[in-house]
Nanobody
């Protein structure tokens, strides 16, 4: 059974920082491209950042220079370090696992990030 378990969502002030984590099980973690996506109220789910099995990264323009995605293949975990947070970063953040060769993908349950003073 595949599981993506997220943690770290919270209420923070503008300019603050958060670190989100995703613990994966039931997949050969090192073979998957991992990603963070987010969905704000009334908006489409959008890409935040992805990281391949060989640690190539891709970021949405809105988070470049502020967010850092990383992975630990030994622990099967995915992290997102978020700095200089803005109110527009407020959203439910989702962990995603994607296997490029087989086009298989899985989603976590989502964790709420709220940036407000």
């Amino acid at each position: 059974q595949v599981q993506l378990v997220e943690s770290g969502g919270d209420l923070v002030q503008p300019g603050g920082s958060l670190r989100l984590s995703c613990a994966a099980s039931g997949i050969t973690f090192r073979l998957y491209t991992m990603g963070w996506y987010r969905q704000a109220p009334g908006k489409q789910r959008e890409l935040v950042a992805t990281i391949t099995s060989d640690r190539r990264t891709n970021y949405a323009d809105s988070v470049k220079a502020r967010f850092t995605i990383s992975r630990d293949n030994a622990k099967s975990t995915l992290d997102l370090q978020m700095n200089s947070l803005k109110p527009d970063d407020t959203a439910v953040y989702y962990c995603n696992a994607f296997h490029p060769l087989g086009s298989r993908y899985f989603w976590g349950q989502g964790t709420q990030v709220t940036v407000s003073s």
